[in-house]
Structures are given as structure tokens and as C-alpha cells.
């Protein structure tokens, strides 16, 4: 499915781009306090917005939602680049949003290139070298 280039935020998924399917009752800012994430575990659909993409306080906060014990949708949203999708899937996220800016400059095939998150894994790489 390739959406219109227009105002709304388009939805990258593992298999591409997606329409915006649903908006967040609440979107985390970068310097939301942990100790306040259990808040959210019972919600159905969190975002966590990314200002930058120098930014990665987003991803900690995912993870953390995670190891909490939240299963809802988690979405990243903002000025997240195709490079960081792999990460974003990794910490927890199920989806990216981003402005059809990002989308032109940045279109589904190098989102999908880094799709392949589960199989690429530095750490688990770097410890199966430590034994060698």
C-alpha cells in the first residue's frame, strides 16, 4: 500500500508504508519520567515522540514500557530516519510515523531494507565472538 504524500503522518511497518490507522489518546515526551510508565500499561496504543533524530531518549522509554509488561501498539513518532528502524523495532516499537517529508526523502524500500531487525543483532553478533 503506498499512501498519498500528504499532511498525515504515514504508518512504516515491517512490509512498508501504511495510512495513518489510529491516533494515540497519549504521546510520551522524550523527558517523560519513567516512574510514571506504568501509567500507560493498559492502554491499547502509546507513541513516544522523537523532536530529533539525534534524540534516543524515546527508545529507552520504549523498552522500559516493555519491561513493564505493556502489550499495546507502540508507536515512535516524529523525526525518526529509516536508519534508526531497526533500533526502534528492537527496543519494543511496532510501528514508526512520519511526516510525508521524511517519506519523500526517505521512500518505503530504504525503510524496508532495515526490516530485517531480527536477524541483525550487534550484541548477540559481538557475543557469539567473544567465544572464539
Request: aromatic letters at 8%.
Given at each position: 500500500?503506498?499512501?498519498?504524500?500528504?499532511?498525515?503522518q504515514i504508518i512504516v511497518r515491517d512490509d512498508g508504508?501504511?495510512?495513518?490507522?489510529?491516533?494515540?489518546?497519549?504521546?510520551?515526551?522524550?523527558?517523560?519520567?519513567?516512574?510514571?510508565?506504568?501509567?500507560?500499561?493498559?492502554?491499547?496504543?502509546?507513541?513516544?515522540?522523537?523532536?530529533?533524530?539525534?534524540?534516543?531518549?524515546?527508545?529507552?522509554?520504549?523498552?522500559?514500557?516493555?519491561?513493564?509488561?505493556?502489550?499495546?501498539?507502540?508507536?515512535?513518532?516524529?523525526?525518526?530516519?529509516?536508519?534508526?528502524?531497526?533500533?526502534?523495532?528492537?527496543?519494543?516499537?511496532?510501528?514508526?510515523?512520519?511526516?510525508?517529508?521524511?517519506?519523500?526523502?526517505?521512500?518505503?524500500?530504504?525503510?524496508?531494507?532495515?526490516?530485517?531487525?531480527?536477524?541483525?543483532?550487534?550484541?548477540?553478533?559481538?557475543?557469539?565472538?567473544?567465544?572464539?
Amino acid at each position: 500500500m503506498s499512501p498519498q504524500l500528504n499532511s498525515e503522518q504515514i504508518i512504516v511497518r515491517d512490509d512498508g508504508f501504511h495510512a495513518m490507522d489510529g491516533e494515540a489518546r497519549i504521546t510520551l515526551a522524550p523527558d517523560t519520567d519513567p516512574a510514571t510508565l506504568a501509567d500507560h500499561l493498559d492502554r491499547d496504543l502509546v507513541a513516544i515522540d522523537f523532536p530529533a533524530f539525534t534524540d534516543g531518549r524515546g527508545f529507552s522509554l520504549a523498552r522500559r514500557l516493555r519491561e513493564l509488561g505493556y502489550k499495546g501498539r507502540l508507536r515512535a513518532t516524529g523525526r525518526l530516519i529509516a536508519d534508526q528502524y531497526a533500533m526502534a523495532r528492537r527496543v519494543g516499537f511496532d510501528e514508526v510515523a512520519i511526516t510525508p517529508d521524511i517519506a519523500a526523502r526517505q521512500p518505503a524500500e530504504q525503510w524496508l531494507a532495515r526490516a530485517d531487525w531480527r536477524d541483525w543483532d550487534h550484541r548477540s553478533r559481538l557475543a557469539g565472538q567473544a567465544g572464539l
